[in-house]
């Protein structure tokens, strides 16, 4: 007991509240970044990640304005509430980011992602593969006697459901873009 009579800890607004509020739980967010198109402006974000031993699990970049120079990168990463708050921070300290959002927080967003598969299949495997690739609406975009080549488009649950169903008739390999994210709405 302190001299005000005042357990620490007793309450979460209290001075002398010492118990940690750090969580341990992992998440995953998708973070949209927009910046200036100039080299090593690509090698800069990625290395705010490598340097602090933060995981990128998904990495798209593409030039969203041809007149204004500017790029989009969607990343996919998981971390704690703590982390991620500090890889947001630290992005926008880059002097070539002009705008970091964190989809995940700020409301409903669309994610996609494209990817290519090549399944190897003769006869009954050939005809599942086919039936399946259907199912999914995925495209047929190249096609030999002995192999496809799907196109299919989608979240990425949707692609690793598709691609797990494949694998016991004949997936050979697989292409994918990572994803692609924008808010919805206004």
Known sequence: MSALKIKKGSSKHSAYNLRPNFSDV???????????????????VIGLFSGRGYNIDSLTVAEVDHEGHLSRITIVTSGTPQ????????LGRIVSVRDVHDLTVEGKSVERELA?????????????????ADIFRANVVDSTLESFVFQLTGTPDKIDAFADLMRPLGLIEIARTGVAALARGA
Request: glycine share 6%; hydrophobic share 45%; no cysteine.
């Open 26 to 44: 992992q998440e995953t967010h998708t973070i949209a970044v927009l910046v200036e198109n100039e080299p090593g402006v690509l090698a800069r």
């Open 83 to 90: 982390v991620i708050n500090q890889i947001k921070a630290q």
């Open 116 to 132: 290519l598969l090549k399944v190897s299949g003769t006869g009954d495997k050939r005809v599942e593969a086919l039936r399946l």
